[in-house]
Every structure is written in structure tokens, then in C-alpha cells.
């Protein structure tokens, strides 16, 4: 069994590399005519360096997990930790809660340095980056209590789920995550993300009016629009759609704002109203929830097999150990989902984009898309496998050919 874990592991991160560096070598080719006027020069050079970088960062931290990975199987560190634990603890559901938080500190703790160079050096070189180090530490810590408050009881609730009903646990516990999610679907824009953002409803002005006009033209109840201030962490534009029904909510950057003209602004915008008008934001949440579905139910299934903490070392089974022996062995269909994920979301970014043409301008539509992609550096020629495993927005290229 701990063959096969590692020789997933192993497959998987090897696919992962050899994408990048197929995607490495792609973005030297010519770019399409189309896109070939975007960068000067320098700015092209930069946009490679500033891609190669990023690569080296990724398979650096990537081969370090690994490596990690593989030490912690070989020598039974989970098993150990799991044992450690139990010594001095009697409750099952407080070890595997203790466990499972334990190495979520311990990932945490080994992905920071590369998240340090990545925010602190690279992104700071390349002029994005706009976090300070005491933006850093308070951001570290808010996340680490929003995921102790919300994930823990839920976390706590699916154990005592499996404690409580074995084999069919799984059926309660996906209810369980999926009505959690569809709240955090509708409210988690209002209720999360202020405590990391602010967000100010956009004021009164040329914009605001140009906005209105479009949205009254589309019927579109313009009540929840804000505009928030990204640029406290980087100079990168960026906007979004989230929520369902009353809750639907549209935010700005004051990055994007500042960066592009009005027409461009009222074509991003009428991109997002386009998420909602397609339904897409709607289809995707029950995507994933038909995945968490299938997911759940295969774990319930695998949760009866002792073999799962065995091959981590241990001698009695445990509902932690076996978790994770079972996402790793889920490695690949998580992989071929993403696939299937990124696919469909390429898809619908591409309806929006020719929803707004229609429904807005088409020059504008193009020009924006063009100004934030050369203002993050990002590769006009990537590799077409590396776009299919990675990417959840098409090429420019595409999209530029696609609002025509
Ligand atoms: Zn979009």
C-alpha cells in the first residue's frame, strides 16, 4: 500500500513539473499576431523572467513537500503523531481533531518560507506586491481563526458523524458540508472577506451613473456593488460575481478602477453581470456539490477498510489516519476533476466575455482584457496541456478571438 501512495505522489508531481516546464519553454514562441503588439520589448522580457520565477518557486516548494512526504511515510511519522497523541488524550474524536489540526500547523509552517519569497521577493520585484509584513501577520492570523471557527466545528461534527453511524455516515456529513458551503456561497462575501477588505459602495459620479445606465438596460437590481481596496496587497486588477438571488454581490478593485478607463470598467462589469445572467455561478455551486457528493460517498466506502491506517503505521485503525491515506489515494480523480473543473469554468468565462460584447461594447471588452492581462505579466503563449491542467480563464488570445 505504501508504494502505491508514494508512486501517486510521485506521478503526480512529476505531471505537475513537466507541465511547467513545457509551459517554461512555450512562452518564448512568437505570440499570435493578435496579442504581439501588447508588450514592448522589456516588457516581454520581463513578463518571462517574472513567469520563470513563479515556475522555479512552484517546483522548488513542490519537490520540498514531496521529499517531506515521502520521509513522514517511510518512517511511520504519521503513525507516530497519532500515537503521541493518544497518550496522553482518551477521546477519539478530540485525537483526530488534535491530529488533524496539528498538521495543518505543520504545512502551514513548511509552505511559509515560499510564501514569504513569493510575496516579499518575487512580487515585490516584478512591482505587485503591496502587503507589509504586519498585513502579512494579521492576514495569517485572522485566516487561522476564521478556519478554526468555522472549519473546526464542522470538522468536529463530521467525526462525531462517523463515530455515530459508520458506513452511512457519509450521507449525513455531505449534507452537512453542503449546506455549510451554500451559506458561505451567499453570505461569505459579506461576512468574510470585510474582515479582510474594505468595501465601500462605489460613489456618486460618471462611473456610477454609466454603471446604472447598464445595469437598468439589463434589468439588473444594482444594490449590492462595492468597490474594494485590493490595492493594500498588490497592484494586480481583478473583480468578481458571488452570492445567489438577494445576496448577489458585485466588487471592483479600486486597483481595476484606477487602472481602466470607464467604458472598460461598465465591460468587466457587464462580464460579471454575465456569470449571473448564464447561471454560472448557480451551476458551478451544484457542480461541486455533485463532486463533494461522490467524494463523500467513496470515502464512506473506503472508511471500512483498516488497510488505509494500517499503511501509515499504525496498529489500530483511526478515522484521521484513514482520511489520509484516502485523499492521497484520491490524488488522481481529484486531478481529472480539475481538468473537467477548469474546463467548464474556461467555458463560461468565454460566454461572459461575448454576453458583455453583446450586451455592452465590444472595443472596451477587448481593451480590458488586454490591460489586465500585460499588467500582471502574464504568458500571452502558454502551453495549451498547461492551460487545460491549470487554467480557470482561456489564454488572451482566446478570449480576444472569441469577443471577435
Ligand atoms: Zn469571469
Not at 506521478?11 to 518564448?28: R, T
Not at 492576514?139 to 452511512?168: H, M, N, R
Request: proline share 4%.
Amino acid at each position: 500500500m505504501i508504494e502505491i501512495i508514494v508512486l501517486i505522489l510521485v506521478a503526480a508531481f512529476i505531471l505537475e513539473a513537466s507541465l511547467e516546464q513545457l509551459n517554461q519553454g512555450s512562452a518564448l514562441k512568437k505570440p499570435d499576431p493578435l496579442v504581439a503588439d501588447l508588450y514592448d520589448k522589456s516588457g516581454r522580457e520581463k513578463s518571462i523572467s517574472y513567469g520563470a520565477e513563479r515556475n522555479r518557486l512552484s517546483l522548488i516548494s513542490g519537490a520540498f513537500s514531496l521529499s517531506l512526504l515521502i520521509l513522514a511515510l517511510t518512517f511511520g511519522w504519521f503513525a507516530e503523531l497519532d500515537r503521541f497523541i493518544s497518550n496522553s488524550i482518551n477521546n477519539e474524536l478530540i485525537i483526530s481533531l488534535i491530529f488533524i489540526g496539528l498538521l495543518s500547523v505543520i504545512s502551514w509552517w513548511i509552505s511559509l518560507p515560499f510564501t514569504l519569497y513569493s510575496t516579499f521577493s518575487i512580487e515585490k520585484r516584478y512591482g505587485f506586491n503591496k502587503t507589509t509584513p504586519k498585513l502579512f501577520i494579521s492576514d495569517s492570523i485572522k485566516g487561522t481563526l476564521v478556519s478554526l471557527v468555522i472549519g473546526g466545528p464542522v470538522l468536529a461534527l463530521v467525526i462525531w458523524l462517523y463515530q455515530e453511524f459508520q458506513e452511512s455516515f457519509w450521507i449525513y456529513a455531505w449534507f452537512l458540508v453542503a449546506a455549510v458551503s451554500l451559506f458561505m456561497f451567499m453570505f461569505g462575501t459579506k461576512l468574510i472577506l470585510p474582515l479582510f477588505n474594505k468595501l465601500t459602495p462605489l460613489p456618486n459620479g460618471a462611473l456610477k451613473t454609466a454603471i446604472s445606465n447598464y445595469c437598468d438596460s439589463q434589468g439588473y437590481s444594482l444594490k449590492n456593488l462595492y468597490v474594494m481596496d485590493g490595492s493594500k496587497r498588490s497592484t494586480k486588477a481583478n473583480a468578481f460575481f458571488s452570492g445567489l438571488g438577494k445576496s448577489k454581490t458585485i466588487v471592483l478593485f479600486d486597483t481595476l478602477i484606477s487602472k481602466l478607463t470607464q467604458d472598460e470598467i461598465v465591460a468587466v462589469l457587464a462580464h460579471e453581470i454575465g456569470h449571473y445572467k448564464k447561471r454560472h455561478t448557480l451551476a458551478s455551486f451544484i457542480a461541486s456539490n455533485f463532486q463533494t457528493f461522490a467524494i463523500f460517498a467513496l470515502f464512506g466506502w473506503a472508511l471500512q477498510y483498516e488497510e488505509l491506517s494500517v499503511a501509515l503505521g499504525a496498529e489500530t485503525p483511526s478515522f484521521h489516519l484513514s482520511a489520509l491515506t484516502f485523499f492521497i489515494l484520491l490524488t488522481p480523480l481529484q486531478i481529472l476533476l480539475g481538468l473537467l473543473n477548469n474546463s467548464l469554468s474556461r467555458k463560461n468565462e468565454l460566454a461572459a466575455d461575448t454576453f458583455a460584447a453583446e450586451t455592452y461594447k465590444r472595443a472596451p471588452m477587448r481593451s480590458a482584457l488586454s490591460k489586465i492581462s500585460t499588467d500582471s505579466l502574464s504568458n500571452l503563449t502558454p502551453h495549451p496541456l498547461y492551460v487545460a491542467f491549470n487554467y480557470t480563464h482561456p489564454p488572451l488570445v482566446a478570449r480576444l478571438r472569441n469577443v471577435g
